[in-house]
């Protein structure tokens, strides 16, 4: 079975893409390694395939995705209508470090469920494992070019965001991609799972905590709430649950699980959600997120609203058991 690619709406990315001497590109608040490497990758390939563009990678950094390569942010006032393309996120409110940003135009790749964000040209494909994924087609069948540092935070984030391609949104089409950037880059790709799996033992620690309060209730419904004095006794910062999330994805006693986390710097928590069966963005649609249907989160200023939420996804454990129970008897 050979990977289907759009290349009409490549071909207009790409137009859209060198028609512009200014491009800014941003992705998602609380970024994840998928986020981060999409966006410096695509900043990176645009500037080897144009060096006379100016192009900046924006929003806030994070020290642990510091490898990726550095953010670069412009004085937007000096700026003139630069084109903005928006990375693995689909709704206005949640793009990072474009306050004040007087932008031409819009351009999305993304492989979330499509939200409010309106572009001239966008690119959304859920079935896609990651944005990363989306990336390297876009570069491997355009005139975009492709580098080793490139390839290498390709290769990074769409590793990220299948868990080591098994997710749900692993398909033939993400191993055909994957094959076609070692053939072409070369890239020693045992070597980077260290970049991502490497941990100092206070993470580890952080883990057994984790796991030794996780809270599991008779729905299979597992979450945990995790205070600003948790963050600095175990010395991780706020991201840290949030890439930790999928290691419970195979605990037998767990439908659902989510890690809420207490976000002192902007006032709120933030809750990461994970599921193995019961759809969970239309959720987390209702409490201020969003996200895949077995993956998303939200972000929340008061503990009732945590507790609320706690209770809809427990709700909705206990209607997934029952609905199997009944084609089961059927």
Not at 232 to 246: E, G, H, M, R, Y
Request: charged letters at 25%; a negative charge.
């Amino acid at each position: 079975m050979e990977t289907i690619i759009n290349k009409s709406i490549l071909n207009k990315l790409y137009r859209e893409i060198k028609k512009y001497d200014e491009i800014v590109i941003a992705r998602h608040v609380g970024p994840d390694p998928d986020a981060i490497a999409s966006q410096i990758a695509l900043r990176d390939s645009i500037l080897l395939t144009f060096p006379k563009k100016n192009v900046y990678a924006v929003g806030a950094g994070v020290a642990k995705f510091k490898s990726y390569g550095n953010l670069n942010h412009p004085n937007y006032e000096e700026l003139t209508k630069p084109l903005l393309i928006v990375l693995d996120v689909p709704n206005m409110s949640r793009i990072d470090g474009i306050d004040n940003l007087n932008y031409d135009n819009i351009i999305k790749i993304d492989h979330h469920p499509k939200e409010d964000i309106e572009a001239i040209v966008e690119w959304i494909d859920e079935k896609k494992s990651s944005t990363c994924q989306m990336i390297t087609e876009f570069i491997l069948n355009t005139r975009l070019k492709l580098n080793q540092k490139i390839a290498e935070n390709l290769f990074l984030g769409m590793v990220s965001d299948s868990e080591r391609f098994s997710l749900k949104n692993t398909t033939y089409e993400t191993f055909d991609t994957v094959h076609a950037l070692l053939k072409q880059s070369g890239i020693d790709f045992t070597s980077l799972y260290d970049i991502l799996y490497t941990r100092p033992f206070s993470e580890y620690k952080f883990i057994a905590h984790i796991t030794n309060n996780l809270v599991i209730d008779e729905n299979k419904m597992g979450y945990i709430k995790i205070s600003d004095e948790d963050l600095k006794k175990f010395n991780v910062d706020v991201a840290t649950p949030s890439n930790l999330i999928n290691n419970y994805n195979f605990i037998e006693e767990l439908l659902v699980w989510t890690f809420i986390t207490e976000d002192v710097k902007n006032k709120q928590y933030k809750i990461s959600i994970r599921s193995r069966g019961p759809i969970i963005n239309k959720i987390a649609n209702n409490y201020n997120g969003g996200g895949h249907k077995f993956a998303c989160g939200s972000r929340l200023k008061t503990m009732e609203e945590v507790d609320a939420l706690i209770k809809d996804l427990s709700d909705a454990c206990h209607e997934y058991e029952n609905q199997k129970l009944q084609e089961k008897e059927n």
